[in-house]
């Protein structure tokens, strides 16, 4: 079996893992801070509920003195205001502390996670048999302990704790829109169907291209590192216009998997905003019919 097709195989059986599976295995890294991931989770929801409150700051402001139902004597209406903007502003300031409090501490254990997995991992790797190294080369090897262990990281610290922050802000803004229409709100909802699909296809192409950009990643590494090694002796037998044209044909592979990684961003963000606006323009159809 050639090398190359032994590291497809062994991609192949990376990407058939079961993802509940791997992230069990994730979360064991993370048991040991779940202190801070508890307080980072309560930063959470105060940042998630200042932000559903920001809104009715406004709402209070324009109905209560801007455009008032019933006339009130200026002075009240100035008071008013004042009121509002105090609390506004001492909302907007727990947000900034929660979100300080919360971006901090994920951070910091994101970090603290990177470097026990680090280590984990180099220290399996000097414990592993000589025949390992015969199949996997260094380049490989590298690639999973920078850019493979740097991706985890960005999963605990950026996708993980995303999700949770949109799932809490979403819920949060619904109760707001239910209690205020709930006939608009299920307006609004009528696009998620859809919105549902398209993640879950963008995600599965998505998954898919970024799987061929780490293989593609991984062989350009062991490529460089084998060339780096044994520049002497591809002077020596005078192989440098071959190893450049090899090199070449793997660096045009990866720029080829991150075009197509950047091919379907380019087409998520617009389908997400085309879906956006279409839930306004219901919105404004509704929302208007009933007006007039």
């Known amino acids: 079996m050639s090398q190359d097709a032994s590291h497809r195989e062994q991609e192949d059986a990376y990407t058939k893992a079961f993802d509940r599976v791997l992230f069990a295995r994730i979360l064991q890294y993370v048991r040991p801070y ?12 105060l940042t998630t509920l200042t932000a559903a409150l920001t809104p009715l700051f406004f709402k209070w402001a324009i109905d209560g003195a801007l455009v008032p ?7 009240e209406r100035f008071a008013l205001l004042l009121w509002v903007s105090l609390g506004f502003l001492l909302v907007r300031g727990v947000n900034f502390a929660a979100t300080y409090g919360q971006t901090y501490l994920i951070q910091w254990v994101g970090q603290r996670v990177l470097f026990d997995l680090r280590s984990a991992l180099f220290g399996k790797l000097m414990r592993l048999h000589l025949g390992f190294y015969d199949k996997n080369p260094v380049g490989r090897l590298m690639t999973r302990i920078t850019s493979d262990v740097d991706a985890i990281n960005q999963f605990i610290t950026g996708g993980l704790v995303g999700v949770i922050a949109d799932f809490f802000t979403i819920l949060g803004l ?3 829109m239910m209690v205020l ?10 696009v998620v169907p859809v919105l ?3 993640t879950a296809w963008v ?14 990643l991984a062989r350009l590494n062991a490529a460089l590192q084998e060339n780096l090694s044994g520049v002497e002796t591809i002077q020596l037998f005078v192989k440098e216009r071959e190893r450049e044209e090899k090199f070449d044909r ?4 990866l720029l080829r998997a991150w075009v197509e990684i950047v091919r379907w961003f ?22 208007g019919g009933e007006v007039v």
Not at 34 to 45: D, G, M, N, S
Not at 207 to 216: K, T
Not at 250 to 253: A, G, V
Not at 275 to 284: E, H, Y
């Open 203 to 216: 995600r599965n192409g998505m998954r898919a291209a970024y799987r061929e950009m780490r293989l593609r």
């Open 69 to 75: 139902k019933e006339a009130k004597p200026l002075a």
């Open 196 to 198: 549902l699909w398209v």
């Open 174 to 176: 619904l109760a707001f």
């Open 266 to 287: 380019a087409l998520f963000f617009p389908v997400v905003g085309f879906l956006g606006d279409l839930a306004v323009a219901g919105l404004l159809f509704y929302g």
């Open 250 to 253: 793997l660096s045009r592979d």
């Open 34 to 45: 779940r202190a801070q991931v508890a307080l980072a989770l309560l930063f959470l929801l």
């Open 181 to 190: 229409s709930p006939k608009l709100t299920l307006v609004v909802l009528l």
